[in-house]
């Protein structure tokens, strides 16, 4: 989820290599369990998916409770768990501003989309966009940039998984990584054919507690160990890293030069915009059955993922004091195994029972953990297909309920199998670049389009087609051309150099172009027919709830 | 969760519908939107100015940032704790002026509307 988030090729396994087979059969039986009851949940779930609002939303009968607890599944990626416990533990200081991002996100959900959303929408992102624009151009931009955001993520999750597991299992083969793609993307086909939203949303409320007692585990081991003296636990991590003081100020990783500045705050801006245009996040509010149960879902949200990302200060912090920084980037370069190497070090070390316990726990919160996130964005790309571009757009609003339903189920199945061959072929792919992609893409085509056609009443179908467009077209693009691609040793293709957009992140330039395209090419159109009666029907009822579905 | 069945989910949205145009154009309606839109506006343009603020403090302003306050806590997790506050605290008071103030009249207008039309769960 976060650009930390970078998988080196694992070629180092994890430090207790002699212990590890033991370890390997109790992670293993542990993920085991958690697949087993999230698929028999799955199936009891399935039977009870009976028509579309079910398929796609759950039927709408979940509690705010329980909804904000999915929408914490659903945001808490493995990267925000292991990417950013591992920047604050080489980082410091620099790890944690990334949780701030995360969090502060969710306000622009609260204040100005999630009940709106849930008050105009029936079952995807596409409904509000198109609900007074042209049906087929608006939904067909909506689907193309909700797939496109979802595949970004979903590719990084898959990827990801891959070397983190067989990290964790220290599998070192292609065939054993390929074939832990294979597994999660098959298991992720299974909850979302077969259980729908209903089961997808119980997958990811069941690993939101897994991972926050996981977590919560872990910090109260760490805290103790000092004392609960937090400013204890600092000094100790500033000491351990041979850094000083300057491991607990801002600029380790960002405060090179000027240009990596004003990358860090290209990367900021884009992370608390891109979450209120996330497709994945933004379907789970179509769960609940009102705005105001909406509301409380996101206020749910915000204080288990504000706790979450609290934890992770102890989580990072901990790792960075109780092991050395050689012991951690020797397990993975970018860091992303200190979570689990803190766990085995705080249960006693390599060799104790206690410590191949607490790794082998935390290394399968890890797996519910992507499998969770992958489920939801499956589930969100699959719905946005069916019901936006299948049901709306090739079929102009004439398939049943019923083959709606059919054509969402086999884009998952299809959606899934081009995340299991991409990340496959995509191997040793630095996911960093396409997840920070993912939410510069949400916040620079979703979110204008979003807020404009909730709040402007001049927006037109052109002003939503040139934002999503204009927003995608800059993200992607310069990505493309950014040191992420080429150029650099980092890059997906270090060995060319085509790149002269010099910031890995692209939201400083592009989330403006979105916003300005959509102002533009609404100034540009011609007044609509019914333009100001569409717009006074969604304003009444995104207000008050109007004839909500 | 699963037992009550989601009323009248399916059928053409055809019907005597609220004249919407009205609707938006009533006084009762341009209260709720002010009301409304007076909180949030400003709010999310504070919270994302005190954001940046605080992006650009960390990248820009590294020494005030690094002075020590408590211990080994300086200024820069100070603000960073304070983010997390001030994030709650923003969540917080929404919540609680959203139901005092907009809820009311939008149920209001929402209940008049359905009782008046019959739009219940459309569509």
Not at chain 1, 140 to 150: K, L, W
Not at chain 1, 151 to 168: E, R, S, W
Not at chain 1, 257 to 270: P, Q, R
Not at chain 1, 364 to 379: C, D, E, P, R, S
């Amino acid at each position: 989820m976060s650009a930390t988030y970078q998988l080196a090729t694992p070629a180092v396994q994890l430090a207790a290599a002699e212990g590890a087979s033991e370890h390997r059969s109790l992670i293993i039986t542990l993920f085991s369990v958690f697949v087993v009851i999230t698929l028999v949940i799955t199936v009891w779930a399935g039977r009870r998916t009976k028509d579309a609002t079910d398929f796609y939303a759950g039927g709408r009968q979940f509690s705010g409770f329980q909804n904000g607890l999915a929408v914490s599944g659903d945001y808490m990626s493995a990267a925000s768990f292991l990417g950013i416990a591992g920047a604050i533990a080489l980082y410091g200081y620099d790890g944690f501003l990334y949780s701030i991002g995360f969090l502060v996100a969710w306000l622009v959900a609260l204040l100005l989309v999630a009940e709106p959303l849930r008050n105009s929408g029936r079952y995807t992102m596409g409904d509000v966009l198109a609900y007074r624009m042209r049906q087929r151009p608006v939904r067909t931009a909506a689907g193309i940039s909700t797939i496109i955001v979802s595949i970004f993520y979903l590719l990084a999750q898959m990827v990801g998984a891959g070397a983190l597991v067989a990290l964790l299992l220290g599998i070192t083969g292609d065939a054993g990584k390929n074939l832990i793609v294979v597994l999660v993307g098959v298991v992720m086909i299974l909850y979302v054919t077969i259980g729908g939203m209903k089961g997808t949303t119980w997958v990811q409320m069941i690993k939101a507690c897994l991972l926050i007692v996981g977590t919560l585990i872990i910090t109260v081991l760490v805290l103790h160990k000092y004392g609960y003296n937090v400013s204890e636990l600092l000094g100790a991590a500033a000491e351990t890293s041979g850094k000083g003081a300057s491991f607990l100020e801002p600029g380790l990783q960002y405060g090179a030069d000027a240009t990596s500045k004003i990358n860090f705050l290209s990367l900021g801006i884009a992370l608390v915009l891109g979450t209120a245009g996330l497709p994945h996040i933004l379907i789970r509010f179509y769960t609940v059955p009102t705005a105001m149960a909406a509301r409380k879902s996101v206020l749910w949200a915000i204080g288990i993922i504000g706790v979450f990302y609290l934890m992770t200060i102890a989580l990072g912090f901990g790792a960075a004091a109780l092991l050395s920084p050689k012991t951690i980037t020797d397990s993975n370069a970018a860091g992303n195994t200190a979570a689990p190497l803190l766990a085995q070090e705080i249960g006693g070390g390599a060799d104790s029972t206690g410590g191949a316990i607490l790794l082998a726990m935390i290394s399968a919160v890890a797996f519910a953990t992507i499998l969770a996130v992958v489920a939801g964005l499956t589930l969100a790309s699959s719905s946005s297909f069916a019901h936006d571009l299948y049901a709306n757009v090739i079929r102009k609003g004439k398939a049943s309920e019923k083959e709606e339903v059919k054509a969402a189920r086999i884009s998952a199945v299809l959606i899934g199998g081009v995340a299991i061959a991409l990340g496959i072929f995509a191997g040793n792919l630095n996911v960093a670049g396409l997840v920070a992609l993912a939410f510069a893409v949400a916040a620079s085509a979703n979110l204008p389009t979003i807020l404009y056609s909730l709040f402007w009443k001049r927006f037109t179908t052109r002003g939503a087609l040139w934002s999503i467009y204009a927003g995608l077209i800059s993200s992607v693009g310069l990505v493309l051309f950014s040191p992420v691609v080429s150029g650099a040793e980092s890059s997906m293709f270090p060995g060319v150099d085509f790149s002269w957009f010099p910031l890995e992140n692209p939201g400083l330039i592009s989330i403006p172009v979105g916003f300005l395209a959509g102002f533009l090419g609404a100034l540009w159109s011609k007044d609509e027919a019914a333009q100001g009666e569409k717009y006074a029907e969604l304003e009444v009822r995104s207000m008050t709830g109007t004839g909500a579905h | 969760m699963d037992t009550a069945p989601e009323q009248g989910s399916s059928g053409p949205p055809e019907r005597p519908g609220p004249d919407y145009t009205e609707v938006q154009q009533s006084q009762e309606f341009g209260e709720l939107r002010r009301t409304y839109r007076t909180f949030v506006f400003p709010l999310t343009i504070a919270f994302v100015v005190w954001y940046v603020l605080y992006v650009l403090l960390s990248n820009y302003a590294g020494g005030f940032m690094g002075v020590k306050v408590v211990g080994n806590v300086n200024v820069a997790f100070i603000f960073g704790l304070a983010q997390f506050v001030t994030t709650f605290l923003i969540a917080w008071w929404y919540s609680r002026f959203a139901a005092a103030k907009i809820d009311p009249k939008g149920e209001a207008i929402k209940n008049r509307l359905e009782s008046e039309h019959g739009t219940r769960g459309d569509a």
